[in-house]
């Protein structure tokens, strides 16, 4: 079993950056890939970005050039660098750890609203 925990969502102006964190707890696999979604109001569940333990990055399109994933292995920890913020980036974000094809994680996400 595993918990995730969000942290460092808030409100932030368009252009701004904010960092998210996630810290997972629990039996943790080395192949367990870890990752971010979102979820806007009255829109379907999106993927932001996922990553590998050993490093390899996936992004969404909408976020390429601006949000970037890092994983610290050693504190089971998953990171989201968000940078250059927009208005429609405004969502709750959710930490994913997806074990194989058996099993997926959620935390309880966190708020993040871009607005001047």
């Known amino acids: 079993q595993v918990q995730l925990v969000e942290s460092g969502g808030g409100l932030m102006q368009p252009g701004g950056s904010l960092r998210l964190a996630c810290a997972a707890s629990?039996?943790?696999?080395?192949?367990?890939?870890m990752g971010w979604y979102r979820q806007a109001p009255g829109k379907g569940r999106e993927l932001v970005a996922t990553?590998?333990?050993?490093?390899?990055?996936n992004y969404a399109d909408f976020v390429k050039g601006r949000f970037t994933i890092s994983r610290d292995n050693a504190k089971n920890t998953v990171y989201l660098q968000m940078n250059s913020l927009k208005p429609e980036d405004t969502a709750f974000y959710y930490c994913?750890?997806?074990?194989?094809?058996?099993?997926?994680?959620w935390g309880q996400g966190t708020q993040v609203t871009v607005s001047s």
């Open positions: 629990g039996t943790i696999f080395s192949s367990d890939k």
């Open positions: 990553i590998t333990s050993g490093g390899s990055t």
């Open positions: 994913n750890l997806q074990r194989f094809s058996y099993r997926a994680y």
